[in-house]
């Protein structure tokens, strides 16, 4: 009973979370949105060993003693323990299925897989939301690959973060987007997100309009989507995305995380809409980038891009029990 398999899907922002109000419970200076995207994601089963003197975890086979793996896995499970009969320790087995170093965020899917998989194991009955709270304290974005489609994270205003949570705002059966995933390079990033998004808090002049431009932002990108507006939504998404990195450029040591291959694509995709069809980009922090596409142009789009290597996906359901 006590051993629990889950899944929990990447998520790729529309409108970016960058900048961190309290390091401790990550909790961010701007709300943002994702989508959960269909193929990729991580399973992870967590089973409570009485014999264990510490939680272990195995990510592909691979036992992990990375101090910064360890530490978010176990502020989540922490938490979850401190409201459990259970107290005895856990074996962890992650396997994520995308290649790594392809760009996508790992961590995201894999503390919402644990979040979810420890809280049954533990015998917990937290509601999804909380267990939000929990998997966010680990990873930021990973609170909003436990939701369905497409996925609003609230800011909040609270001090304990208790606030600061994702919620669903439409599934995806709401609307069909492709999702492209052109990869640059296979190498890791520089500058890891918590990092960058420390260095810019600290260094950049642009950080105070960022926030409150983030802000507005991502709330239009959510009626965007709410109404089906393609155009409105690729604008806002690609405005969104250039000036979260514009505003990582201006910090010092200024982050770059584009590639010249980054730019080719970016402008590939500009010529393409261009001609009329309906495909918009977006890139985290890495030099990958995302492309959705409306499926009546998808194929078309897909042959324009047929020399780098290419991850298909789509919108898709959240996390879940297996
Ligand atoms: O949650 P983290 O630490 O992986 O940071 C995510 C940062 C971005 O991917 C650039 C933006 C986002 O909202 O996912």
Redesign the pocket.
């Known amino acids: 009973m006590n051993k629990v398999k889950s899944f929990a899907p990447t998520?790729?922002?529309l409108?970016?979370?960058?900048g961190k109000r309290d390091l401790s419970l990550?909790l961010?200076t701007n709300s943002?949105l994702?989508v959960s995207l269909s193929h990729y994601g991580t399973e992870t089963t967590t089973e409570l060993d009485d014999s264990l003197t510490k939680d272990v975890l195995f990510i592909n086979n691979q036992e992990i003693h990375n101090p910064s793996s360890i530490r978010k896995v176990e502020t989540v499970l922490n938490k979850i323990r401190t409201n459990s009969k259970f107290k005895s320790y856990v074996k962890i087995e992650s396997f994520n299925n995308f290649p790594t170093g392809a760009g996508l965020?790992s961590?995201?899917s894999g503390l919402a897989a644990l979040t979810l998989s420890a809280a049954k194991t533990y015998e917990t009955d937290f509601t999804l939301s909380q267990l939000s709270n929990i998997s966010r304290m680990g990873?930021?974005?990973?609170c909003?690959s436990l939701f369905d489609g497409f996925v609003y994270?609230n800011k909040g205003v609270l001090m304990d973060g208790l606030d600061s949570i994702a919620t669903s705002i439409a599934p995806s059966t709401h609307w069909e987007l492709d999702a492209t995933i052109c990869i640059v390079t296979e190498e890791e990033k520089k500058t890891?997100?918590?990092d960058?998004?420390i260095l810019t808090q600290n260094t950049s002049l642009q950080f105070s309009s960022w926030i409150e431009f983030a802000e507005q932002s991502t709330n239009k990108i959510k009626s965007y989507i709410l109404n089906k507006d393609f155009e409105a939504l690729a604008d806002e998404v690609e405005l969104n995305c250039l000036r979260?990195h514009a505003t990582a450029l201006s910090a010092f040591p200024s982050i770059l995380y584009f590639k010249p291959k980054t730019l080719d694509i970016i402008e590939r995709v500009q010529q393409l809409r261009s001609k009329g069809y309906s495909l918009f980009f977006t890139?985290?922090?890495?030099p990958n980038v995302v492309i959705f596409s409306e499926p009546k142009d998808s194929n078309q789009i897909l042959k324009h891009f047929s020399d780098y290597k290419i991850l298909n996906s789509k919108v898709s359901t959240g996390a879940h029990y297996l």
Do not use: H
Request: glycine content about 10%; cysteine-free.
């Open positions: 998520n790729i922002a409108a970016k979370y960058w990550n961010p943002s994702s965020a961590s995201a990873s930021g974005s990973s909003r994270w890891a997100s918590t960058g998004m979260m890139i985290d922090a890495g």
